[in-house]
C-alpha cells in the first residue's frame, strides 16, 4: 500500500491536469489527450515512476478518459443532429482495426519510441493548428473506398499510438474535405469511441511493472477518476470562455505549448 507522501502529490498534480485540460477542450475544442499524455509522463516521472512502459500508461489513461469524454460529447452532438451518422457506419471498421493495430504496437515498443512517435505526431498537430487555412481542400466530399479505408485505419492506428481521440487528426481531415466545422467535430466525437474503446480494452491487459499505485494494466485508475471528475467541473468554464473572448489568438498560443512541449520531449529521448 503507497504511503501518503507518494499518494498526496499524485493526487494532487492529477487534480490540477485536469481542472487545466477540461478548461482547454472548453475554451478551444481540443481534444484532451494531447494535453493529457505528456502531463501524465512529467508527473509520474517527477513523483519517481520511470518505468520502461511508463508511455504506455500515459498514453492508456488518456484513452481511458477518452471514452467517457467522447460519449458526453457524441450524446450532446447529437441532440443538436450534428453527428454524421453515416460516415460513422462507413469508417467503423477501419478506426477500430487501426486502434487496435496501433495498441498493439504501442504495447510492444520501448516508452522512448513511444514519446519520439508522441512527439513527431504532436509537432504535425501544432503546425497545424498554426498555419492550416479553413478554405484549404483536398476534395468536394468525403472520400470513396479505398482511400476512405487508408485515411479511416490511419486516423485510429496513429491517435491509438498518441492516447488521444479523433478530433486532433480527424476534424482537420473532415474539413480538407469540405464537411462544415461543426458537423466534423461531432462526427470526431464519434471517432474518439471508436478509438478509445477497443484501445483501452487492449491496454487492460498489458502488465506493466513498476508501475504508479493503483494501475490496472496500463490505466492507472486514480489519474483517469481524478481527471474525469475536474473535466466534468472545469469544461464549462472553458466554454464560457470561449463566448466571452476571441479563441484564435488562444489557439495559435496552445499551437505553440503543444509544438513546445514536443520539441521538449524529443530533446529528453536524445539528449537526456
Same mark, same amino acid.
Given at each position: 500500500m503507497p504511503d501518503l507522501a507518494t499518494l498526496l502529490p499524485m493526487v494532487a498534480l492529477l487534480l490540477a491536469i485536469g481542472a487545466i485540460a477540461g478548461v482547454i477542450a472548453g475554451l478551444l475544442g481540443v481534444g484532451g489527450g494531447i494535453v493529457l499524455v505528456p502531463a501524465f509522463f512529467y508527473t509520474f516521472a517527477h513523483l519517481g515512476f520511470q518505468g520502461p512502459k511508463l508511455m504506455q500508461i500515459c498514453v492508456a489513461t488518456s484513452l481511458a478518459t477518452i471514452?467517457?469524454?467522447?460519449? $458526453?460529447? &457524441?450524446?450532446?452532438?447529437?441532440?443538436?443532429?450534428?453527428?454524421?451518422?453515416? =460516415?460513422? $457506419?462507413?469508417?467503423?471498421p477501419f478506426i477500430v482495426l487501426g486502434a487496435l493495430a496501433g495498441t498493439l504496437l504501442a504495447s510492444q515498443v520501448k516508452s522512448l519510441t513511444l514519446q519520439v512517435i508522441f512527439a513527431v505526431l504532436a509537432l504535425i498537430a501544432g503546425l497545424y493548428l498554426s498555419f492550416g487555412r479553413a478554405q484549404w481542400r483536398l476534395g468536394d466530399g468525403m472520400?470513396?473506398?479505398?482511400?476512405?479505408? &487508408?485515411?479511416?485505419?490511419?486516423?485510429?492506428?496513429?491517435?491509438?499510438? #498518441?492516447?488521444?481521440? +479523433?478530433?486532433?487528426?480527424? /476534424? !482537420?481531415l473532415m474539413s480538407l474535405y469540405g464537411l462544415v466545422?461543426? $458537423?466534423? /467535430?461531432?462526427?470526431?466525437?464519434?471517432?474518439?469511441?471508436?478509438?478509445?474503446? !477497443?484501445? &483501452?480494452?487492449?491496454?487492460?491487459?498489458?502488465?506493466?511493472? +513498476?508501475?504508479?499505485?493503483?494501475?490496472?494494466?496500463? /490505466?492507472?485508475?486514480?489519474?483517469?477518476?481524478?481527471?474525469?471528475a475536474m473535466t466534468l467541473i472545469t469544461t464549462p468554464w472553458g466554454v464560457k470562455l470561449a463566448h466571452?473572448?476571441?479563441?484564435?489568438?488562444?489557439? $495559435?498560443?496552445?499551437?505553440?505549448?503543444?509544438?513546445? &512541449?514536443? =520539441?521538449? #520531449?524529443?530533446?529528453?529521448?536524445?539528449?537526456?
Amino acid at each position: 500500500m503507497p504511503d501518503l507522501a507518494t499518494l498526496l502529490p499524485m493526487v494532487a498534480l492529477l487534480l490540477a491536469i485536469g481542472a487545466i485540460a477540461g478548461v482547454i477542450a472548453g475554451l478551444l475544442g481540443v481534444g484532451g489527450g494531447i494535453v493529457l499524455v505528456p502531463a501524465f509522463f512529467y508527473t509520474f516521472a517527477h513523483l519517481g515512476f520511470q518505468g520502461p512502459k511508463l508511455m504506455q500508461i500515459c498514453v492508456a489513461t488518456s484513452l481511458a478518459t477518452i471514452v467517457v469524454t467522447s460519449v $458526453r460529447s &457524441v450524446l450532446a452532438h447529437s441532440k443538436k443532429g450534428a453527428v454524421d451518422w453515416a =460516415l460513422l $457506419r462507413a469508417w467503423l471498421p477501419f478506426i477500430v482495426l487501426g486502434a487496435l493495430a496501433g495498441t498493439l504496437l504501442a504495447s510492444q515498443v520501448k516508452s522512448l519510441t513511444l514519446q519520439v512517435i508522441f512527439a513527431v505526431l504532436a509537432l504535425i498537430a501544432g503546425l497545424y493548428l498554426s498555419f492550416g487555412r479553413a478554405q484549404w481542400r483536398l476534395g468536394d466530399g468525403m472520400p470513396a473506398q479505398p482511400l476512405r479505408g &487508408v485515411y479511416a485505419t490511419l486516423l485510429g492506428f496513429f491517435s491509438a499510438m #498518441m492516447g488521444i481521440g +479523433g478530433g486532433t487528426f480527424g /476534424v !482537420p481531415l473532415m474539413s480538407l474535405y469540405g464537411l462544415v466545422i461543426h $458537423r466534423a /467535430v461531432a462526427t470526431a466525437a464519434g471517432f474518439g469511441i471508436l478509438i478509445a474503446v !477497443p484501445s &483501452v480494452v487492449g491496454f487492460l491487459l498489458l502488465p506493466v511493472a +513498476g508501475a504508479p499505485p493503483f494501475t490496472l494494466g496500463a /490505466v492507472n485508475i486514480p489519474a483517469f477518476l481524478l481527471v474525469i471528475a475536474m473535466t466534468l467541473i472545469t469544461t464549462p468554464w472553458g466554454v464560457k470562455l470561449a463566448h466571452a473572448m476571441d479563441p484564435k489568438p488562444l489557439k $495559435r498560443a496552445f499551437a505553440v505549448f503543444i509544438m513546445l &512541449v514536443a =520539441l521538449n #520531449m524529443l530533446r529528453k529521448v536524445f539528449f537526456g
